[in-house]
Structures are given as C-alpha cells and as structure tokens.
C-alpha cells in the first residue's frame, strides 16, 4: 500500500495526530489509540508540560525512576536515582554501593570543567592576512557577545578562550575559531551556541570591512558555528582502592579475585570487541543517572565514547591495578552536565532526583554520575569474573519472562520460589510455568 505524504500534521491537534496514525498505520491494533491515551496524565496541566518538551507528542513513555543507597562519595552517603529500563542495573550498582561502602567508598574529583564550541569558516587566501585579522577582532568578538555572557560572567564563567585554527590540511581553504567556555551550573548547548553565532556573524561583518583584504579574502563563508560534544578537559576521575585481601569473595582469596579483575580489565583496555560491552556497563550507570537528572544522555554518550577512543583506538574507561598490595580501580571520564538549564528544573521527577541528591553543583553532579558508572561496571566484572553474568541478570529478569508469559500473580509467587533454586533462562521459565498450569 502506498502511503501519501501528510502536509502540516505539526498542526493537527493531539487527537487528530492519532487519528491519522491509526487510520493510516495501525489499522490493525484497534486498541493503539486506547493505548496512547493511557499513558496520559490525568493532571492535564503535567500532561501539557510533557507534551511541550519535544513535539508531535502523542503520549508518554515510562521509564522505571529507581534509587541505588549506600553510595559513600567523598564522605558523603548518596542515594542516587536512576532512570532505566534494564534489568539488574540498579541492584549491580546497589550492591557495588554496599560492598565499597564498607571499604572506604568512592574518591571522585573534578579535574577540568571547559567546554568547546567551534565557529567553522572557508577562507580563500593569505593564512598571514587572515591571522593579523584575527588578532585585531579578537577583542571585538568579545565585545559583541557581552551581553550574552554578562550574568555568567557574575556567575564565574564566560568565555575563557578563542583561538583560530588552521584545518587546511583537511580540507581546503577551512578553518575555525575554536572558543572555550566556562559555563558553571549549566551544561551550557545553548548558551555557548548562541555565542559562537554571534562571533561567527561579527567575524563575517569585519572581514567584509576589513582593508588589507582582497574582495575575494573578505568573502569568508561561514558553514556551521555549534558547541562541541567532545569535552576532553571537563574531565571527571573516580575511584575505589582497598587492601588487596579485602577483595576475598565466592571462594576465591582477595588476591585471587584482583588478579582476575585487573586480568578483565587488561583484555577491555587491548580488546575493542570486550572494550564495547565492558563499556556499555559503565553507560548503563551513567545514562540512568543522567537520564533521572534531565540532562542530554546523547551528548554524553558521543563525549565520552569519543574519549575512549581518544588515542586512535577503542579502549576500556576503567582500568585497575594492584601496587604493593593495595587494589585501585579507576575511571576518567568527560561529562557535560547541568544542574540548570535544559530540563534539569521543568520535568518534576529530574526535580526531585536532585533534590535527593542534595542539590548539586554540576561539579558535584559530574562525580556522582562518575562513580554511578565505575560501581557499574565493578558489579558486571565482578560477576563475569565469579558467577557469570547470567545468573545475577537473570534473576533480576524473572518478572519481565513472567510477564511475556502473562503469568497470574500467583503463578508469580511460585516462579519465583521456584527459581530461587534453579537458574533462570527464558526457556527454563517456559518449561516451569508449563508445568506449572498443566
Ligand atoms: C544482580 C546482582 C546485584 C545480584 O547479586 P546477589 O549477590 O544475588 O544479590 P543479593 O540478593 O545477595 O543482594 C545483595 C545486594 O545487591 C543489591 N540487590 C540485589 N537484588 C536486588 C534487587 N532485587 N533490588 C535492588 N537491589 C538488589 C542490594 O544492594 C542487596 O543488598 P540489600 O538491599 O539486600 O542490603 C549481581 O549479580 C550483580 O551485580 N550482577 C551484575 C548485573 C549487571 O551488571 N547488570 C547489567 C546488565 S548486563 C549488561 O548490560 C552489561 C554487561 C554485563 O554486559 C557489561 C559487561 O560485560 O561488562
Ligand atoms: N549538541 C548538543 O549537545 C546540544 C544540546 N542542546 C540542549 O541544550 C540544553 C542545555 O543547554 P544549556 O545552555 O545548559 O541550558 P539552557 O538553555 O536552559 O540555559 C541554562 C541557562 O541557565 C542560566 N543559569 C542560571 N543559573 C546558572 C548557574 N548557576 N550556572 C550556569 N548557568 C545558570 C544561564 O543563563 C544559562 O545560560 C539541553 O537541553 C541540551 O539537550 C541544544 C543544542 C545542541
């Protein structure tokens, strides 16, 4: 069936958008529109404030808002709300919590908060014409993008650098005016978008004024000015270390334990096939805390999967080692947060998860989120290297195969009796709840 195009459904209402959607591509799911419309907010003034963060909204989509207690963070007992869908995740990071809880906790330090951002132009010309001009404009850009910076100035922040950079290697004729910015409690997108245009508009009305160049170098063609998701130097570090022999556990001595993890770690920092999933675990931490706290899951993703690739090869974010008989485990990440700003103080469950993570600074924000996903990714390892993953996983899993199986809550109860002695597999499941009715 060839479907037509749709002209102005921006501009159809809620229910007209739905109409259209089950008229043309839900034939089939008679009770799709039902469906949507459960998911709405009975309060119709919190369901419009969801309806205005993105557009063409026609529902909700749930996502489980969960807490991990016991995190010890620089002598500070967190309770740190996460937002996830996956299985296991919260209880691997509750559990990591409680084991270092009682080993001293978690160090975390910010070791750099610039931002990026980059007006890129093409110049056809002399580059020297082009870097005497910079040097005299320079000021002026500053100047023109004061009143955006004033009351971030007030705050600490601002522009704290613009350079211009030659990239005709890589492509003919194109350079940029790479800028860096302090942008305080905010993760700052906008702000230091709205000042890299303002640069790139004053950069091109200057070189059209300026003298020493010909009409061919005063034609700078501006192609894009945006931020850069890529923050190498708003770096955060986390860390775990305890004596060696406090490790011991399933069996194994400490020592035993520590050979093998900082042996796991080995293989994820030479092997990019391990190095992807072992940093996945680290994400699955991260985005549940930064997805709680409203921030932008996507631009923390690209930085810091950017990071691990930061010299020319994938490699694992945590690393760990042991020295005179003391075990360290260590992350160093990249993370552009806001404690203000984007949807941090309009969605009222990012609302609360900062409030019960005491308010933070995104300084304190990017420890927290840091040490979310090196407890992570201690808790998969851990398991990986002693009981697999499967089987802490999977238990965790049990009600999500129960409820595909549309499993009564009393067949819930004697699953989950049951599977407490036996492994959980998706088929083992079937097997029992079969035995189970028949
Ligand atoms: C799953 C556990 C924690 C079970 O571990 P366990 O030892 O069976 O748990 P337990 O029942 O003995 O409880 C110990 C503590 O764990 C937590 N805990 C335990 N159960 C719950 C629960 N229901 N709800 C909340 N918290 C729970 C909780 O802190 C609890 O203490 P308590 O609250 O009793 O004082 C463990 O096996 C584990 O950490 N596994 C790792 C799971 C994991 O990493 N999941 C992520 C998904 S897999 C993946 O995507 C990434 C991966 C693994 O591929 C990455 C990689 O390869 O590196
Ligand atoms: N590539 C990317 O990552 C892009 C992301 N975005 C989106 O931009 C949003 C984040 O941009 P922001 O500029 O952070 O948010 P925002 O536009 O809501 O602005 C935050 C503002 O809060 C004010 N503020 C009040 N108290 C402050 C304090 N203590 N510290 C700092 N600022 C304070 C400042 O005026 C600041 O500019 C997110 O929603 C993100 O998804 C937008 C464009 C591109």
Redesign the pocket.
């Known amino acids: 069936m060839m479907i037509d195009p749709i002209s102005g459904f921006s501009k159809l209402t809620k229910e007209e958008k739905i109409d259209w959607l089950s008229s043309t591509y839900l034939k089939d799911s008679q009770n799709a529109p039902q469906i949507l419309k459960q998911y709405w907010n009975p309060d119709s003034s919190l369901q419009q404030l969801h309806e205005e963060f993105t557009e063409n909204t026609l529902s909700n989509y749930y996502l489980p808002f969960g807490i991990a207690p016991n995190f010890m963070i620089n002598g500070f007992r967190y309770a740190i709300p996460m937002a996830i869908e996956e299985s296991s995740v919260i209880a691997a990071a509750s559990k990591a919590a409680k084991f270092w809880g009682k080993r001293g906790g978690f160090k975390a330090e910010v070791l750099g908060t610039q931002k990026i951002g980059q007006v890129h132009f093409i110049y056809s010309g002399e580059k020297e014409k082009l870097v005497n001009f910079f040097r005299k404009v320079k000021p002026e850009l500053l100047e023109a993008v004061e009143p955006l910076v004033r009351?971030?100035k007030k705050?600490g922040?601002g522009v704290t650098g613009i350079e211009l950079r030659d990239k005709n290697e890589a492509l003919g004729g194109y350079f940029q005016l790479h800028c860096t910015f302090e942008?305080?409690?905010?993760?700052?997108?906008?702000?230091?978008?709205s000042c890299l245009e303002r640069f790139a508009e004053s950069f091109k009305t200057a070189a059209e004024k300026h003298e020493a160049f010909s009409a061919t170098e005063k034609d700078i063609e501006i192609v894009m000015s945006?931020?850069s998701?890529y923050v190498p130097d708003c770096l955060v570090r986390a860390e775990v270390s305890c004596p060696v022999e406090d490790l011991a556990d399933h069996g194994l001595t400490g020592e035993a334990f520590a050979g093998k993890f900082v042996r796991a770690l080995k293989i994820a920092e030479t092997e990019p096939f391990r190095a992807v999933t072992h940093n996945k675990g680290i994400m699955n931490g991260i985005d549940a805390v930064v997805l709680a706290t409203g921030?932008?899951f996507?631009?923390v993703e690209?930085g810091i999967h950017a990071y691990a690739a930061k010299d020319g090869k994938y490699t694992s974010l945590t690393h760990a080692d042991v020295r005179n008989g003391q075990f360290r485990f260590w992350m160093e990440i990249p993370l552009?947060l806001?404690?203000?700003?984007?949807?941090?103080g309009l969605h009222p469950l990012s609302k609360i998860a900062l409030e019960i993570l005491q308010k933070p600074?995104?300084e304190d924000l990017m420890k927290i989120v840091a040490v979310a996903g090196l407890a992570q990714n201690f808790a998969a390892v851990k398991s990986l290297i002693t009981t697999g993953i499967q089987q802490g996983h999977m238990k965790m899993h049990l009600m999500n195969i129960l409820n595909q199986l549309q499993a009564t809550p009393e067949e819930k109860e004697a699953m989950v009796e049951h599977f407490k002695k036996h492994n959980v597999s998706h088929s083992a499941v079937e097997e029992a709840l079969e035995n189970l009715r028949s």
């Not at 942008?183 to 978008?193: E, L, P, V």
């Not at 806001?338 to 941090?344: H, K």
Request: glycine share 16%; proline share 0%; hydrophobic share 40%.
């Open positions: 009351n971030m705050r922040g942008t305080k409690d905010s993760m700052g997108a906008n702000f230091i978008n945006i931020l998701n921030n932008d996507r631009a690209a552009a806001g404690t203000v700003g984007g949807l941090t600074s995104a």
